[in-house]
């Protein structure tokens, strides 16, 4: 486990990075066949950076070049970590047509089809985090209002209970709160659910899965999150057309590690 400091810049980033891989493959026994990455930024289809808003230093830099440098001699692929969240999780959880939404510092997500993420890594990673659920909602990172990233994310469902008690909130305070139903925790956390099922059920009406699935540390950490998401789902469901069932998330906090492997093995061929 390697933290980068989040005010470095792109040289030393790289610098921490190449050291690590270094001595990564100083213990492997034997030359790494296939190396899978899940990658947080926004990529172009010929992997360049486009946008990463935690680490603006990095938008140009051509990826896809960094990591054969860095793997020489091994089959390096890459995706989108949200779209590699969603195929592992639908591999784990044996659905060919799934929904993710992975809720932490900020919200990634995927939609796997017939076992495959689309759009597809070439034509750009699903982007379920910019979804608009609120259209004079909160300001994004993106520049928008009102994406559920910017409603929902772990930074913002805790400013929103900071807002409602009138005082700084830690995530552990959050989850105890939560769990005691004090009226500042439940107030936020019931509208990052809502904002979170309006995102997920308005996906599903576009590709109707067979499940949707919240995972994410920020989700897994607070006891009773999935199912109020699952909850505020079930309110929106319309006459005729009940909502895909809400699970979380099999692989905790390490979907798209799990996806990253599995592109290492060349499965999904995202
Ligand atoms: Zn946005």
């Known amino acids: 486990m390697v933290r980068w400091r989040s005010s470095a810049g792109l040289p030393e980033d790289l610098d921490t990075l190449r050291a690590h891989v270094e001595e990564l493959l100083a213990r492997a ?11 947080p930024a926004t990529l172009d289809a ?6 990463w808003p935690t680490r603006p230093s990095w938008v140009g830099l051509d990826l896809s070049e960094v990591l054969r440098d860095l793997f ?4 390096v ?8 969240a969603a195929v592992a999780e ?3 959880a044996g659905h060919s047509d799934l929904v993710y939404v992975g809720v932490g510092t900020g919200i990634g997500g995927g939609i796997v089809l017939g076992g495959r993420p689309v759009p597809g890594t070439r034509r750009g990673s699903c982007e379920l985090g910019h979804l608009i659920v609120d259209r004079d909602g909160e300001l994004c990172d993106c520049g928008r209002r009102g994406c559920v990233q910017a409603e929902a994310s772990g930074p913002a469902t805790l400013r929103r209970a900071a807002a409602a008690r009138g005082a700084e909130v830690t995530f552990e305070e959050l989850r105890a ?6 009226d500042w925790a439940v107030t936020a956390v019931e509208h990052s659910c809502a904002a979170l099922a309006a995102a997920l059920v308005g996906a599903g009406e576009l590709v109707h899965p067979s499940a949707t699935v919240v995972g994410g540390g920020f989700a897994a950490g607070i006891e009773g999150f999935v199912a109020e998401v699952a909850r505020q789902a079930a309110m929106l469901a319309r006459p005729g057309h009940p909502v895909a069932p809400v699970l979380p998330a099999r692989l905790g906090g390490g979907s798209s590690l799990h996806g990253a ?4 093995r060349g499965l999904p061929n995202p």
Request: aromatic residues 4%; glycine residues 16%.
């Open 29 to 39: 026994a034997r030359p790494l066949a296939g190396v899978g990455v899940a990658v």
């Open 46 to 51: 010929a992997g360049r950076v486009t946008a």
């Open 72 to 75: 020489p001699g091994s089959e």
């Open 77 to 84: 692929s890459w995706a989108d970590d949200g779209d590699l």
């Open 90 to 92: 639908a591999h784990a």
């Open 177 to 182: 709160g939560y769990a005691d139903g004090a």
């Open 261 to 264: 492997l599995l592109a290492a």
